[in-house]
């Protein structure tokens, strides 16, 4: 059974930063892509990052270029998603996702029940 | 970037009723490289279609995805109560984009 269990998140301050974490488990890791999808309170879903099996590609919404880093380890079966310059537009429940598809074009098959992060003074 | 309108924002309708959602891209979308999603409140999103039209893995046939270019449909035929929720599409032929929504909500 694929399962993906997203942890890391809480509350940080303005300008702080922060890394989420996904375990996965049921399918083979390093064969798939994997993604970070939020949701704002109250909000739609915005696509913020991917990354292929193998870790030497990466994409990222315009939104978080340059701010947030993805990378995978596949000793752990375990996605990360590293956060700075955090402000209060980035609070949202972030969702991990396996994905299906190839060279950037993903969809999401498996999901998370997401971690919610809330940035805040 | 492709951005995608869905409408209408809210569907009102009765269990037993058949629900039809579009979802409308500002350019058309590679390969009808589109999938529509189901999420229920405090759950996470979950994959109905993909490539427009093929059901994902345990989905019922009651739900059915048509369309091309700009202009796709999800097909919700004869709603269960376990339908109502809120429904996403997702472009992946150009980056990767959501649409706003559509609730379907008990009449």
């Known amino acids: 059974e694929v399962q993906v269990l997203e942890s890391g998140g809480g509350l940080v301050q303005p300008g702080g930063s922060l890394r989420l974490s996904c375990a996965a488990s049921?399918?083979?890791?390093?064969?798939?892509?994997m993604g970070w999808v939020r949701q704002a309170p109250g909000k739609g879903l915005e696509w913020v990052s991917s990354?292929?099996?193998?870790?030497?590609?990466?994409y990222y919404a315009d939104s978080v270029k340059g701010r947030f880093t993805i990378s995978r380890d596949s000793s752990k079966n375990t996605l990360y998603l590293q956060m700075s310059s955090l402000g209060a537009e980035d609070t949202a429940v972030y969702y991990c996702?396996?994905?299906?598809?190839?060279?950037?074009?993903?969809?999401?098959?498996?999901w998370g029940q997401g971690t919610l992060v809330t940035v805040s003074s | 970037e492709i951005v995608l309108t869905q409408s209408p924002g809210t569907l009102s309708l009765s269990p037993g009723e058949r629900a039809t959602l579009s979802c409308r891209a500002s350019?058309?979308?590679?390969?009808?490289?589109l999938a529509w999603y189901q999420q229920k409140p405090g759950q996470a999103p979950r994959l109905l279609i993909y490539?427009?039209?093929s059901r994902a893995t345990g989905i019922p046939d009651r739900f059915s995805g048509s369309g091309s270019g700009t202009d796709f449909t999800l097909t919700i035929n004869r709603l269960e109560p376990e339908d109502f929720a809120v429904y996403y599409c997702?472009?992946?032929?150009?980056?990767?984009?959501f649409g706003g929504g559509t609730k379907v909500e008990i009449k």
């Open positions: 997702q472009q992946y032929g150009s980056s990767l984009t």
């Open positions: 996702a396996k994905s299906e598809g190839h060279k950037s074009r993903y969809y999401f098959d498996y």
């Open positions: 350019q058309s979308v590679s390969s009808n490289y």
């Open positions: 049921g399918f083979p890791f390093s064969s798939y892509a």
């Open positions: 990354i292929s099996g193998s870790g030497g590609s990466t």
């Open positions: 490539g427009a039209s």
